[in-house]
């Protein structure tokens, strides 16, 4: 499909952020957008069109029964100038099996990501290079068709938007607050949390609301049926370093699949560090904090890449993780990965996706 060009004159453009150690995180958006349509039992009109609200009925079924999906990855500016982004291919691919859990037609991931690279080559510009910033990168489906009828949609919009973004956290590559959710539940087996799709967030946002207003940057959710194994942070995946060894939730269907945690798995183990993919009671993290086994704690994801962890909350107690501090494991695997990510390391993996 040739993709059709409705560009902004140069004097149309918004003015880029002047600082850029102040970007925050989704606040600021780019001058264009991506759009393709399915309809007539396929996808159609492929499009990079200016950046402006949608119209939409009001009986969109989005917004009736959160028939959406998303995925987030970014683009990096390397010190020769290059457009990188980070294994966008398995981006893509997740977003397939989203689309497939929520009833959602499939999109060609080739062409998604041909598609991607004329977007970035188009707004490149506002690629960020403030250290710890980059260009975030939001693919989205959500269903348009007006029915009140509960089935799949028949229409659906897809659409790219690019934001440059800092740091996902306030604190940066410091130490955060988590609190351990023992009561309300984020996923249960044949649910939802192994994909990207609105509705999976909206049941995490009254306790993540909860957790901020106690003072906790995020929190740690715990298994739906017995509230007893870890599963992951909100917006991450859980890591936790146990007798030097890493120890993560194995992916049962109630994790997501984070394509940072599936890279750092293999840079741990690249670098001899032990991984193990298993079920963790938090009973046995609480014991191991005890007994001076577990030394560092860290949050894995996009937005963040690696968050060390200072602090759990469990019952009202709070429990320090080794010295408060950022752990030699979590900042060595967060200086590898970030290096490859922002053109500092060499990329050995075939990892970064280059826009030329």
Same mark, same amino acid.
């Given at each position: 499909?040739?993709?059709?060009?409705?560009?902004?004159?140069?004097?149309?453009?918004?003015?880029?952020?002047?600082?850029?150690?102040?970007?925050?995180?989704?606040?600021?958006?780019?001058?264009?957008?991506?759009?393709?349509?399915?309809?007539?039992?396929?996808?159609?009109?492929?499009?990079?069109?200016?950046?402006?609200?949608?119209?939409?009925?009001?009986?969109?079924?989005?917004?009736?029964?959160?028939?959406?999906?998303?995925?987030?990855?970014? /683009?990096?500016?390397?010190?020769?100038?290059?457009?990188?982004?980070?294994?966008?291919?398995?981006?893509?691919?997740?977003?397939?099996?989203?689309?497939?859990?929520?009833?959602?037609?499939?999109?060609?991931?080739?062409?998604?990501?041909?598609?991607?690279? $004329?977007?970035?080559?188009?707004? #490149?510009?506002?690629?960020?290079?403030?250290?710890?910033?980059?260009?975030?990168?939001?693919?989205?489906?959500?269903?348009?068709?007006?029915?009140?009828?509960?089935?799949?949609?028949?229409?659906?919009?897809?659409?790219?938007?690019?934001?440059?973004? #800092?740091?996902?956290?306030? $604190?940066?590559?410091?130490?955060?607050?988590?609190?351990?959710?023992?009561?309300?539940?984020?996923?249960?087996? #044949?649910?939802?949390?192994?994909?990207?799709?609105?509705?999976?967030?909206?049941?995490?946002?009254?306790?993540?609301?909860?957790?901020?207003?106690?003072?906790?940057?995020?929190?740690?959710?715990?298994?739906?049926?017995?509230?007893?194994?870890?599963?992951?942070?909100?917006?991450?995946?859980? /890591?936790?370093?146990?007798?030097?060894?890493?120890?993560?939730?194995?992916?049962?269907?109630?994790?997501?699949?984070?394509?940072?945690?599936?890279?750092?798995?293999?840079?741990?183990?690249?670098?001899?560090?032990?991984?193990?993919?298993?079920?963790?009671?938090?009973?046995?993290?609480?014991?191991?904090?005890?007994? #001076?086994?577990?030394?560092?704690?860290?949050?894995?994801?996009?937005?963040?890449?690696?968050?060390?962890?200072?602090?759990?909350?469990?019952?009202?107690?709070?429990?320090?993780?080794?010295?408060?501090?950022?752990?030699?494991?979590?900042?060595?695997?967060?200086?590898?990965?970030?290096?490859?990510?922002?053109?500092?390391?060499?990329?050995?993996?075939?990892?970064?996706?280059?826009?030329?």
């Amino acid at each position: 499909m040739d993709i059709q060009k409705k560009l902004l004159p140069k004097s149309h453009r918004k003015e880029h952020p002047r600082d850029e150690s102040k970007l925050g995180f989704g606040d600021i958006y780019t001058d264009h957008i991506f759009k393709m349509d399915y309809y007539d039992g396929k996808w159609q009109n492929p499009r990079i069109e200016p950046f402006s609200p949608f119209q939409l009925s009001p009986a969109a079924m989005v917004l009736h029964y959160s028939q959406t999906i998303f995925e987030g990855l970014k /683009c990096y500016r390397h010190p020769d100038g290059r457009l990188a982004m980070f294994r966008p291919s398995e981006n893509l691919k997740r977003f397939n099996q989203s689309a497939q859990r929520m009833a959602i037609p499939l999109t060609d991931p080739v062409f998604l990501l041909d598609a991607l690279k $004329e977007l970035l080559r188009i707004e #490149g510009d506002w690629t960020p290079t403030h250290p710890g910033s980059s260009l975030y990168i939001r693919p989205t489906i959500i269903a348009t068709e007006p029915h009140l009828g509960v089935r799949p949609s028949r229409e659906y919009l897809l659409f790219i938007l690019l934001a440059p973004v #800092g740091p996902y956290y306030p $604190e940066g590559f410091a130490p955060v607050k988590i609190y351990v959710e023992s009561f309300y539940s984020r996923s249960a087996p #044949g649910g939802l949390g192994a994909i990207k799709a609105g509705a999976s967030y909206a049941t995490s946002l009254l306790a993540t609301d909860n957790a901020a207003k106690k003072g906790f940057t995020q929190l740690l959710w715990l298994d739906a049926c017995h509230h007893r194994y870890v599963e992951e942070v909100g917006s991450m995946n859980i /890591c936790f370093v146990i007798e030097n060894k890493i120890v993560t939730s194995n992916l049962t269907g109630t994790v997501l699949p984070g394509i940072t945690r599936s890279s750092l798995i293999t840079v741990a183990k690249d670098l001899g560090i032990e991984v193990q993919e298993r079920p963790l009671e938090i009973g046995e993290v609480l014991e191991a904090r005890s007994s #001076g086994k577990l030394t560092e704690v860290f949050g894995t994801g996009t937005a963040a890449v690696i968050s060390p962890v200072g602090l759990l909350s469990y019952n009202d107690e709070d429990l320090v993780i080794g010295d408060g501090g950022v752990g030699p494991i979590t900042q060595k695997l967060y200086d590898e990965l970030v290096g490859v990510q922002y053109g500092h390391k060499p990329d050995t993996r075939g990892w970064i996706e280059f826009v030329d």
